[in-house]
């Protein structure tokens, strides 16, 4: 959703910087000035106990002298509550109460009905919490409270209720607060009856977990039976247009603050592991609702933090869902982007290790967690004789045919050189260290360990036929950093392009040294501002030299969409072939990477020919056709035109009044 012009600034206007940090510090008014908007606090992106971090509440900028943090309104929202850039404003805008632009009538309506929906939901959360204090819900207390070992004041942090015995308490107390029965049915409280009588509550006789989204807005309920004998011991809301379990996790936006400050995020299997685990000090954690993670799930939990530890139950589903989650998440795969394992021991679930052991024993464990290739390892050998050439090869197939998931070619190629570390080490290949292979039991059965890895595999040495191959020549990895710079350096100079190109500089991993910080800086900036305020700011935040390298290389100073700036056409052009020059480039190294990490020892020539491959494919991204559209027109006969010349004479010409002869024809009349 693109913002009108002007809107950041005035939402900017509208906030108070020291009332937005002021729910996250105390300020130190020894230091702080209040009547010159200069306030001071311990910082809270880093522990410490004196005040270096500063707010200008007049400038609406905050700088921490210690960890070096610094930022507006939206930097702060950003960071605290861990939240992308259009959900930051929409926070601040609702804060500020300032009217988000407005969107089509339909997702209006859409918006508004949301809106009605979510109040019913709040409505349902605080009856629920009110029946859990009466004397219907003393046997919930006493489950809660002696079972679980929860406190009072727990339940309130979490918000837990009780849906007391009957068919339509709910729906009366509703319907008597004068709220739609097409609302109450549209939450998912209560179903039509088939018998032609009022409809009658979803949940019965059920101690109830609101499910809140990311913002914090209850959406649904998970409920857990008091019956023992009822069908269903866990129940969730039905899908509505508030609420789809596939999409969404328990303690979501708790846990995603909590994983903005620096604590892993934890995937647990129920809410009571969460609760559990909430409680013992393991704030980033989540879990699914009901089912197995999803595709969405997972993206979801990625989202919040690169490397998210699956804490599984230590029995036989335990360990059945973190297998299955191997192979949702192997296709998905990313560098820096993958999970942890952290099964728990002697079939104990995260709440009970924690009564019995306490939470050191539940850190020494996710301290402890594994990467997801030892589970995989796992899987495929666990149990199997391999006594056999033919064992064997079946055993090669199968983890061939796991590695082929992987999407990445990098991270495949990393993959394969780890199962053929392990793999050597099972068969006994590396007799110098594992005999006929370490944890071989006997008849050939193998019974991996959870922890460790074989030896290192020996560097790999290019063949002669790779001499001349993009991977070994001296500039390639220049050529990388020279196109990063042009990319940086024309959004520092075109700052229109700015949020066209958002999305394509996030997912940019940058290697130049400061390429980095200086895009963290744009993807802050926006199209409203300029030239010489990103450049301030960079200078601010990261130093002056940081510009003055950036457009050090030659290339970069030549490049048109440098030499011209706020040429909008210009550089959406150059942008758009440095980024797919890029992509190619990093394209063919994960090509070279792949084949020379190969799962099985492959001929000296099929080698040869993939790097070969490799380097043809680098060399025509670096010497791309297209490229020279930034600095060429094409004629109609199809010769390439400088555009430059092409200004000059036609300036020129317009100087000394030359016409063409219709042009002429058309003065004689």
């Known amino acids: 959703m693109s913002l009108p012009p002007g809107f950041l600034d005035e939402l900017r206007t509208r906030t108070s910087l020291s009332q937005v940090v002021g729910r996250k510090v105390t300020w130190d008014m020894r230091k702080s000035n209040q009547a010159k908007g200069d306030w001071w606090a311990p910082c ?60 089509d009538p339909r997702a209006q309506q859409t918006a508004d009905r949301r809106s009605q929906l979510t109040e019913v939901m709040e409505e349902a959360v605080k009856y629920f919490r009110l029946q859990l204090k009466t004397g219907a819900g003393a046997a919930a207390r006493t489950y809660l409270s002696d079972r679980r070992g929860l406190s009072p004041e727990a339940l309130e942090r979490w918000q837990i209720g009780f849906a007391p015995p009957g068919w339509q308490n709910l729906w009366d107390h509703l319907t008597a607060k004068g709220i739609a029965p097409d609302l109450i049915l549209g939450c998912g409280l209560a179903k039509p009856s088939n018998q032609g009588r009022n409809p009658y509550d979803f949940f019965r006789n059920r101690v109830m977990f609101p499910i809140r989204d990311a913002r914090g807005r209850a959406i649904a309920f998970g409920a857990r ?38 604590h892993p995020l934890v995937l647990a299997e129920g809410y009571m592991d969460v609760i559990a685990l909430s409680e013992a000090g393991f704030a980033a954690t989540v879990a699914g609702l009901g089912t197995a993670i999803t595709e969405d799930q997972l993206r979801l939990m990625w989202r919040i933090h690169p490397e998210p530890v699956v804490a599984m139950d230590g029995d036989s589903a335990g360990l059945k869902a973190a297998l299955r989650l191997i192979d949702l998440a192997l296709p998905l795969l990313e560098a820096g982007q993958s999970l942890r394992f952290c099964l728990m021991p002697n079939g104990q679930d995260p ?119 993009l991977l070994a020549a001296a500039d390639a990895d220049q050529a990388l950093l020279l196109r990063e710079a042009v990319i940086l350096a024309t959004l520092i100079r075109t700052p229109a392009m700015l949020e066209e190109f958002t999305h394509a500089l996030e997912e940019m991993d940058f290697a130049g040294h400061d390429h980095a910080g200086i895009a963290g800086l744009l993807l802050c900036c926006g199209p409203e501002d300029t030239q010489e305020s990103i450049e301030a700011l960079i200078c601010e935040r990261i130093g002056p030299d940081a510009l003055e390298r950036l457009h050090s290389a030659r290339h970069v100073t030549l490049a048109p969409s440098v030499r011209k700036p ?104």
Request: proline share 4%.
């Open 225 to 262: 039976a008091m019956d023992p004998n009822d069908n269903a011991k866990y129940l969730n809301s039905p899908d509505t247009d508030l609420f789809d379990k596939g999409r969404s996790l328990y303690n979501h936006g708790p846990a995603r603050e909590a994983a903005g400050k620096g």
């Open 566 to 669: 706020g040429d909008v056409e210009l550089a959406r052009l150059c942008l758009t072939e440095e980024f797919a020059k890029l992509a190619a480039m990093r394209g063919a190294l994960r090509e070279i990477e792949e084949a020379m990490a190969g799962f099985a020892d492959a001929p000296e020539a099929w080698i040869d020919h993939r790097l070969t491959l490799s380097a043809r494919a680098g060399e025509m991204a670096s010497r791309n056709q297209e490229g020279d559209r930034a600095d060429f027109d094409i004629a109609e006969n199809g010769a390439r035109i400088d555009r430059d010349e092409r200004s000059d004479l036609e300036a020129l010409l317009n100087a000394i009044g030359f016409a063409g002869p219709g042009e002429r024809g058309r003065q004689r009349e």
């Open 351 to 469: 709440d009970e290790l924690l009564k019995a052991k306490g939470p050191q024993a539940m850190q020494a464990l996710l301290d402890d967690a594994q990467p997801m290739v030892s589970l995989l390892w796992q899987r495929e050998i666990e149990g199997k004789v391999l006594d056999s050439p033919e064992r064997r090869a079946a055993l090669d197939k199968a983890l061939r045919e796991t590695i082929r998931k992987i999407a990445d070619p990098a991270i495949r190629a990393h993959y394969a050189e780890e199962i053929r570390d392990r793999r050597s080490t099972l068969f006994g290949f590396n007799r110098a260290q594992g005999g006929n292979g370490a944890g071989q039991g006997r008849k050939g059965e193998w019974r991996a360990p959870w922890r460790g890895r074989g030896s290192q595999p020996a560097a790999a040495v290019p063949v002669a036929g790779t001499r001349a191959s």
């Open 44 to 103: 809270p992106f880093h522990q410490e106990k004196t005040a270096s971090f500063h707010v200008d509440d007049r400038k609406g900028f905050y700088h921490c002298f210690g960890c070096q943090a610094s930022g507006d309104a939206l930097a702060f929202v950003r960071e605290t509550e861990n939240v992308g850039f259009m959900e930051a404003v929409e926070i601040l805008a609702q804060e500020a109460g300032l009217q988000m632009p407005a969107r």
